[in-house]
């Protein structure tokens, strides 16, 4: 995991940081909270909740206003979110797929690209990711004060940004799968984690500013219509995904997952609820973002999928990399198969490892590529230049120092890789009769 770390931060800080538009606004806004107290953009309140405000404002009492300290502050957010996908994979499902879920979010350019922008959504996702972790910690010591912790740290990301109420649907869910025997314990475990977020939720828009909690569904994304420079398409968030995002192999290793637990639902049945649970929040994620993109015709849902859906990434990266403990199950099934279909499981089980592999570096090939350009842009429609763009002024070069710190950081991630896949490695040689010491059978 150390591996997976190191090379994040080394690959992260070869990029950016990418500005724009939104990142000069969230800049006024941690300015007007060093100047008044609050987070004022030209004098009007700033339509966010506040807490990654405060926090960037902490900082930059102690250094200093700079864009790039602030940047810096998120990618310390960004590596938090890799060891998070890591330790809730782990809790969850298992450390195999904890360990390739943190390395295909690690790397996928969504998250490197974010986590290099002076934006509030990657400390949303960071103390999202937290809540979910802390959670699990509790349902498994069967402690009610652990999981009051969990809902605080939730308070603290849903008063980041709004999109962290996604993590509602594993966190309840597992809640429900833990005490559905006992209504009322149920009922006391849910009043807990609750109260700390509606206590900050009203304490801020109800006592501090007055706007009142109603504001939280008057937020200008939901008002302001798409000025018809593209008309919305219903596969705009998928385009994104494959073409930008995660990239094609990824999305393979997703649905294939998917495949192979309907396929195998009884062999891989420990899968099935964290598989349904991922799902839950990724339909669920996408689905909220057409309807507002496309339904609503929205500006904003249909040209910032790449924030709009940010919280579906983690469990994108779970469903994916638990295709490599469904693909070592299923050739350890095969065993027990007639020839024919012994064929038919390891040919998917070769697939769904390829498919793996292929994710990770694919997406460093890719990151490897925009790292050089000074301009991108997430489109959401293959046949209009629309989407959600970043300038990259300080963009590095090919040959450059700063190239082989990425190339290095690279290396870091794919030797961890081939570290914790040694032992499996070899279990599919002998398997496919490819160890020197295995006897061939004719």
Not at 80 to 100: D, E, M, P, S
Not at 199 to 205: E, G, N, P, R, V
Request: charge should be positive; glycine fraction near 6%.
């Amino acid at each position: 995991m150390l591996s997976i770390l190191i090379g994040f931060m080394l690959v992260s800080l070869t990029l950016g940081p990418y500005q724009n538009g939104d990142t000069t606004w969230e800049m006024d806004a941690v300015s007007g909270v060093l100047k008044t107290g609050l987070p004022l953009v030209n004098g009007y309140l700033m339509d966010q909740p506040p807490i990654g405000f405060y926090i960037q404002a902490a900082l930059f009492s102690i250094f200093g206003v700079s864009i790039d300290d602030g940047t810096f502050l998120v990618t310390l957010f960004g590596l938090g979110c890799v060891a998070l996908v890591y330790g809730v994979g782990n809790l969850a499902i298992n450390r195999t797929t904890g360990f390739f879920a943190a390395l295909l979010f690690a790397f996928s350019p969504w998250h490197l690209v974010l986590s290099r922008t002076f934006l509030i959504d990657v400390p949303c996702l960071f103390f999202s990711l937290l809540s979910l972790f802390v959670a699990l910690v509790a349902f498994k010591r069967n402690s009610l004060w652990l999981f009051i912790v969990s809902g605080v740290i939730f308070a603290v990301a849903f008063n980041t940004k709004l999109y962290a109420v996604y993590m509602l649907i594993p966190i309840l869910t597992l809640l429900v799968k833990n005490h559905h025997e006992s209504a009322c314990r149920l009922a006391l475990w849910f009043t807990a984690f609750a109260i700390p977020v509606l206590a900050a939720s009203f304490l801020w828009y109800q006592s501090i500013t007055g706007i009142g909690l109603i504001s939280i569904f008057f937020h200008t994304d939901f008002s302001v219509p798409d000025p018809f420079i593209a008309v919305p398409i219903p596969f705009f968030t998928t385009n994104f995904l494959v073409n930008y995002a995660i990239g094609w192999f990824f999305v393979d290793s997703l649905i294939l997952s998917v495949l192979v637990s309907l396929w195998q639902r009884r062999a891989l049945q420990r899968f099935l609820l964290m598989d349904a649970i991922c799902l839950a929040v990724i339909i669920c994620v996408l689905t909220v973002n057409t309807y507002l993109g496309v339904t609503l015709n929205l500006k904003a849902p249909f040209l910032n999928a790449i924030k709009y859906d940010y919280q579906a990434l983690p469990f994108i990266s779970f469903l994916a990399a638990s295709l490599l403990t469904k693909s070592l199950s299923l050739a350890s099934l095969s065993k027990l198969k007639s020839k024919i279909q012994r064929a038919s499981y390891l040919a998917v089980a070769f697939l769904g490892s390829f498919l793996v592999a292929a994710s990770v570096l694919y997406n460093m090939r890719y990151t490897h590529m925009f790292s050089t350009w000074e301009y991108l842009i997430f489109r959401v429609d293959p046949n209009n230049n629309v989407g959600y763009s970043l300038f990259n002024f300080d963009h590095i070069n090919a040959g450059s120092f700063e190239m082989s710190i990425q190339i290095l950081g690279f290396a870091f991630a794919v030797s961890g890789m081939l570290w914790a896949s040694r032992h499996k490695l070899g279990w599919a040689l002998k398997r496919f009769g490819l160890n020197k010491n295995s006897k061939i059978k004719r």
